[in-house]
């Protein structure tokens, strides 16, 4: 089963104060990683999701966060070495880092909606993707880009191909609410799902797997510091599109 997590960003000034904290739970060279970011909430977001992933993983597994170790495939995709049965992916957006695990590769992505991006769509969304957007009335463009959006993203970071597999490749579909590969490069069939978790975001996860959690599952700080119990806890928040 496809599983989907999420954490909240905080202040600044509460960030700083449980900064080292976090830190103390990566080894050293993913300190240093983190460490090199010059903007704060970059930082912030990035020691979040890394603490976020080893945390789950730490959990299920019975074995150290710090332990984990993270390996890059050939196009940048980050994966679990040694650990071929276990796949993550994880995204940012906004105030909120998403990360979904499953048993096979998967690929999640979460965007803060802004307006349409019209010269985007036109050169990353399909021609018939495109002539969806731009058949929509147009107070509904921003959420319908956004949507589509994160599907080509979730999709394309399941594959882990980068710029190999160009989003313009592929086509997506939404139908009643439901989304579907209308045209897939690959043989393989794929599942997608979307959660919404803030009115003012759009987050989708695709998959080799077709069962999903129904709810996300938020994480507060202090489980990431390992201060409070990870047992499985949703919010008032639900899957749709």
């Known amino acids: 089963m496809v599983e989907v997590y999420a954490v909240k960003t905080i202040g600044d000034d509460q960030y700083r104060e449980i900064h080292d904290d976090l830190l103390s739970i990566l080894p050293p060279n993913r300190q240093t990683r983190i460490l090199k970011f010059r903007k704060l909430m970059d930082a912030q977001r990035s020691l979040l999701g890394e603490v976020m992933v080893r945390r789950i993983i730490s959990e299920k597994l019975k074995i150290p966060a710090g332990e984990i170790a993270f390996e ?5 995709k980050p994966s679990l070495h040694g ?46 993707e495109y002539a969806a957007l731009r ?30 597999t160009p989003l313009s490749s592929f086509t ?23 959660y919404v978790i803030e009115e003012t975001y759009r987050m989708a996860v695709c998959a080799y797997e077709s069962e999903y959690v129904r709810q996300v599952t938020y994480l507060s700080i202090d489980e990431l ?17």
């Open 72 to 76: 890059l495939g050939p196009h940048g």
């Open 83 to 128: 650990l071929n049965d276990l796949h993550f992916s994880i995204s940012h957006s906004g105030e909120w880092i998403v990360s979904a695990l499953s048993r096979s590769p998967v690929g999640i992505d979460i965007e803060k909606i802004g307006p349409p991006k019209l010269d985007v769509a036109r050169r990353f969304f399909s021609e018939h």
């Open 135 to 164: 058949a929509r009335p147009e107070k509904e463009r921003d959420s319908f880009f956004y949507k589509l959006w994160t599907l080509k993203e979730s999709y394309a970071k399941l594959l882990g191909t980068g710029i190999s």
């Open 172 to 194: 997506i579909e939404i139908n009643d609410g439901a989304a579907c590969m209308a045209q897939n490069p690959r043989s393989l069939p794929v599942y997608f799902r979307q």
């Open 225 to 241: 510091l390992g201060h409070a119990s990870m047992a499985p806890r949703t919010e008032n928040h639900h899957m749709g599109v």
